[in-house]
C-alpha cells in the first residue's frame, strides 16, 4: 500500500471576504507543485459562500463537475438552459465537454451555503456537454456506504464520464466498514473527512483531513467518533 496524507490546516486558503475556500489541490492562487492532483481527482474545493453572492456566468471545458451541498441551498444556471437549486443530500454533476457556461449562487440571503466542488478529469474528451441532479436518501448510508457517483447511466446516484466510484457514509462512533476497491490495479482512494473522526489502518484522520491510497486491494475504516466521510475511487494515471 501507498498513501499519502493532507491534514485539513496544510490545504491552501482563499479569503475573498465573500467567499470562504479551502483547497486541497492547486487552485487559482493557491500553487503548491506537490500538492496538483490525487491521479485525475483534479479539484477539491471546500468553499462557504456568503448570503446572496456567487460565481458570475463562466466558462469550463472538458472537465467533470461535481458540487457537494453540505449546508444551505446553491442556486445553478447554465447556457444549456438549466436553473435549478441544490442543497444538502443533492448532488450534482456536469460534464463541461465541448463547452458550457455557468454560474452558481447563495439562494439565500440569511445563512451561507457550504459545499464541495471538485473536478476530475475525463476520459473523453470533446464530448456533448450535459448537467445532472439526484436527491438521496441520507439514511441509506448511515453506517454503510452510499454510493453517490460512478462511470454507469444506469448505476446508483449520477455517472461521469471516468471510470470513478464516490460513495458518502455516516458511521457512528465505534463501528466500522471496508471497502474494496472497484479497478485496484488502476485506481486509488481518496478518502475525505467531512466531520468527526476515523482511522484507516494505524493513520488516525480529524475533521477536513484528506487521505489517499493506492496499490491496495481493500481497506477498512474505523469511527473513533461520529463521523461523515466523502470516499473517491479515481484512476491513479492521468491519461486514460
Known amino acids: 500500500m501507498k498513501s499519502i496524507l493532507h491534514k485539513a490546516a496544510t490545504r491552501g486558503n482563499a479569503d475573498h471576504g465573500w467567499l470562504q ?13 506537490d500538492r496538483m492532483n490525487f491521479g485525475v481527482l483534479r479539484v477539491l474545493n471546500d468553499d462557504s459562500v456568503s448570503e446572496n453572492k ?9 472537465m467533470e463537475i461535481i458540487s457537494i451541498p453540505l449546508e444551505g441551498d446553491l442556486k445553478h444556471m447554465d447556457n444549456m438552459g438549466n436553473s435549478t437549486v441544490i442543497k444538502s443530500g443533492d448532488v450534482q454533476v456536469m460534464s463541461a465537454g465541448t463547452g458550457v457556461m455557468h454560474s452558481e449562487y447563495n439562494n439565500s440571503a ?13 476520459n473523453k474528451k470533446d464530448v456533448t456537454p450535459r448537467y445532472d441532479q439526484i436527491t438521496l436518501d441520507v ?12 462511470p454507469n447511466p444506469n448505476d446508483a446516484g449520477v455517472w461521469i464520464h471516468q471510470d470513478a466510484w464516490f460513495f458518502m457514509t455516516k458511521l457512528h462512533q465505534g463501528k466500522n466498514i471496508s ?13 475525505f473527512v467531512l466531520s468527526g473522526s476515523a482511522q484507516i489502518n494505524s493513520q488516525e484522520l480529524d475533521e477536513r483531513d484528506g487521505f489517499g491510497l493506492w496499490d491496495i486491494d481493500t481497506f477498512n475504516i474505523s ?18
Open 139 to 150: 439514511s441509506d448510508r448511515e453506517n454503510k456506504l452510499q454510493q453517490i457517483i460512478s
Open 223 to 240: 469511527a473513533t467518533s461520529d463521523t461523515e466521510i466523502l470516499l473517491m475511487e479515481v484512476p491513479m494515471e492521468l491519461n486514460n
Open 110 to 122: 440569511e445563512n451561507p451555503v457550504k459545499f464541495l466542488q471538485i473536478w476530475v478529469l475525463p
Open 21 to 33: 475556500s479551502k483547497h486541497t489541490f492547486s487552485f487559482a492562487n493557491y500553487y503548491n507543485p
Open 179 to 191: 471497502y474494496t476497491l472497484k479497478k485496484p490495479k488502476k485506481n486509488g482512494v481518496y478518502v
Open 54 to 62: 456567487g460565481f458570475g456566468t463562466h466558462p469550463h471545458r472538458d
